[in-house]
């Protein structure tokens, strides 16, 4: 008979901070005081800090270092999203280096929150933000840290919910055996909606209903909502040439599709509004404003513009105000202004100028991700460096060669570049960043060493308009890996040894140039982890297998080269894999088909699968020659039907709204 608890024995009655035995132990390992918590705006709450019902406790955690989770702006928004209910609590953890661990697991320390210093299986919630998937071993060690069973099955009534979102969360199905659930899109309203649907089953004395136990049924009504994935709800079955023959809910009550969620008029949601002051050195030591989220240029590689549609931005009036209210309540010297394509806000230019104009002489300085190549960004980085240092610039033409970037839909020729470098150079910058992919659909060694040339002419041209000799050029590369819900997700991906390959080639281009090669840098790092991140990316549940035995091995901290390890995920890919008829290369450097189930088809983006491949077969088309078929962006041009505002009942969000920003104080 399905069992009703009592409401009075909650699984978190209690929570001891683990502070007073950890504390001794700090001293011994490396940056102590990322473990110390009480960084400015963040809170401590009472356990049972409900006024009245049960608390719903949250503990969110970004999979890697402090250094790097602790600016992560998904997980600062729910933070403060969370804890601005009086009925819930959240805290925050991240991953603890080695030498923590080492002393965790000798002294019996379970994986904590910062704030409060409570461990993290006490919490009914955990979240994790995956901005990319080389966190998963470090999600399985706080689990296994936190004494929380590393598969979901395994889990009771007393163990967290453990609920993965973030950009990697669209495909979730390799982590699947390990997670509760997983959310796709904003998670601004979907935690507290969330937070909701917990509280009310805590409230009813935590029933079992009709399912096997009070967890099962809690998930189930987490499911029924359409807007909650729980893979143990939906059944995988793989034919014969390994491929997934279907996925389908296995209760009547779950829908076959889960969808994203997308949270409208950004202006409402002005977070966040009390920023965390990292107590130790982080990757970014800045302030940062979201001034839209989305984006529709259709770059076709691209998984954030794919699956943050469509465009909704904030007001420059939101935008005047978070910034002054992020710097009042931080004391930060640097303001980000912060999207997929910044300089695409309908009012950047009155932004920048306003801004400028507001903190004149004041030690205030603002920063742009400049990614659009053209002149009129020229002019905005000129505003942003009007109050601060003048950083190099950096540009993304993304493919190298003029074929290339059609292919890619990243519209941009050489003579845009050109004259746009022209612009800076002439402007007084010394250093102009460019980044590019390789290993693109129908890319060739030419195409690649194409980017030599353009390097060349860049400097040939900044030396001519600036009449001096110490301009510099970087060239930055990564390697492309083909992502889910965009077109190229039915890619082949290329194969670290022709990457690595085609990339020598160019350094030696580069190199060899006796006039300019000493000016352009090269940076890139081996293909190898990019193999990796191709197999979790695209991978199915079988994949998880493989990721639980890389973690058994010591795999730690994936997205660090020094931690990383690639034979130990091919040793491990090779042995869990053994039997299922697939195994990396299957995952990897295999083109899909048109009718091959895809394992995040039951997940839904919003984007129609039939546009996707019809804009797959023109990025094809436009490779061999057959056709010159553009995407536009649809801010501008009309709707060209992606299917993402209908499915989702959104549209477009943007300006101009004709304001301006006032000064703050008159002098
Ligand atoms: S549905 Fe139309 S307007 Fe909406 S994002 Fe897609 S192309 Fe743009």
Redesign the pocket.
């Known amino acids: 008979m399905p069992a009703t608890r009592d409401p009075a024995r909650t699984m978190s009655a209690m929570s001891a901070s683990v502070f007073p035995v950890l504390e001794a132990h700090l001293p011994s390992v490396s940056k102590p005081i990322q473990y110390v918590g009480g960084e400015l705006n963040s809170t401590v709450k009472e356990w049972d800090c409900a006024p009245e019902g049960p608390t719903v406790r949250w503990t969110l955690m970004y999979p890697d270092a402090y250094e790097v989770g602790l600016p992560n702006q998904g997980v600062q928004i729910l933070y403060e999203v969370l804890n601005e209910r009086p009925w819930i609590l959240a805290e925050r953890t991240y991953a603890v280096w080695p030498d923590l661990e080492a002393v965790m697991r000798e002294h019996d320390i379970p994986q904590f929150t910062v704030d409060a210093h409570r461990p993290i299986g006490d919490f009914d919630l955990l979240g994790l933000s995956f901005s990319t998937e080389l966190g998963y071993t470090n999600m399985l060690n706080a689990l296994d840290l936190g004494r929380i069973p590393l598969h979901a099955v395994d889990r009771t009534e007393d163990h967290p919910v453990v609920i993965a979102g973030g950009h990697a969360a669209f495909n979730p199905e390799p982590i699947a055996d390990f997670i509760d659930a997983a959310v796709l899109g904003d998670g601004e309203e979907i935690v507290l909606a969330i937070s909701e649907v917990v509280r009310d089953w805590k409230r009813q004395g935590r029933p079992a209903g009709e399912m096997a136990s009070p967890r099962l049924e809690l998930l189930r009504r987490l499911a029924v909502t359409g807007n909650v994935y729980v893979p143990r709800f939906y059944d995988v079955a793989y034919g014969e040439d390994g491929a997934i023959a279907s996925v389908v809910p296995n209760r009547a009550d779950v829908p076959e599709r889960v969808r994203k969620h997308t949270l409208m008029d950004l202006d409402a949601w002005p977070y966040p509004a009390k920023p965390l002051v990292p107590l130790a050195e982080t990757v970014h030591e800045r302030f940062s404003v979201e001034i839209f989220r989305g984006c529709?240029r259709g770059c076709r590689f691209c998984q954030a513009g794919m699956i943050t549609?469509?465009?909704r931005e904030r007001s420059i009036q939101t935008v005047g105000a978070m910034v002054e209210n992020g710097i009042r309540k931080t004391g930060f010297e640097e303001v980000g202004l912060l999207s997929l394509s910044s300089a695409d806000h309908t009012e950047i230019g009155e932004i920048a100028t306003d801004l400028a104009d507001r903190y004149e002489d004041q030690n205030v300085s603002l920063s742009l991700p400049s990614t659009r190549v053209d002149a009129f960004n020229i002019t905005l980085a000129n505003e942003f460096s009007r109050n601060g240092r003048r950083s190099g610039l950096t540009f993304a033409p993304e493919g190298g060669s003029e074929r290339m970037r059609k292919v890619i839909n990243k519209m941009v020729t050489e003579d845009d570049l050109i004259r746009t470098v022209a612009a800076a150079y002439s402007h007084g910058w010394r250093q102009v960043k460019l980044y590019f992919m390789c290993g693109l659909p129908t890319e060739t060694d030419e195409d690649v060493l194409q980017i030599a040339e353009l390097a060349k002419r860049v400097i040939a041209t900044g030396r001519e308009v600036s009449g001096r000799n110490d301009i510099r050029c970087t060239v930055s590369i990564g390697g492309f890996v083909p992502k889910p819900h965009t077109p190229f997700q039915w890619a082949a991906q290329l194969d670290h040894e022709t990457t690595d390959e085609r990339l020598r080639k160019l350094r030696e281009e580069v190199r060899a140039d006796k006039r300019y090669g000493r000016a352009i840098g090269f940076r890139y790092h081996d293909g190898k982890p990019g193999a990796v991140e191709g197999l979790l990316s695209r991978g199915d549940r079988r994949v998880g297998r493989v990721i639980e035995a890389v973690w058994r091995d010591g795999g730690r901290f994936d997205g660090w080269s020094e931690h990383f390890s690639y034979d130990r995920w091919m040793a491990a890919a090779d042995e869990a894999l053994a039997g299922t008829g697939v195994d990396v290369a299957w995952y990897t450097t295999r083109e899909r088909g048109y009718d091959e189930v895809l394992p995040w088809d039951h997940l839904d983006s919003g984007l129609d699968k039939d546009w996707l491949w019809a804009d797959w077969e023109d990025a094809l088309a436009v490779a061999d020659g057959s056709a010159d078929v553009e995407v536009e962006d649809?801010?501008w041009t009309p709707?060209?039907?992606?299917?993402?505002?209908?499915e989702m009942g959104?549209?477009?969000q943007i300006g101009p709204t004709g304001q301006r920003l006032l000064p703050l104080s008159v002098v």
């Open positions: 529709t549609r469509p465009v649809c801010r709707c060209y039907d992606c299917g993402v505002c209908p959104t549209e477009i």
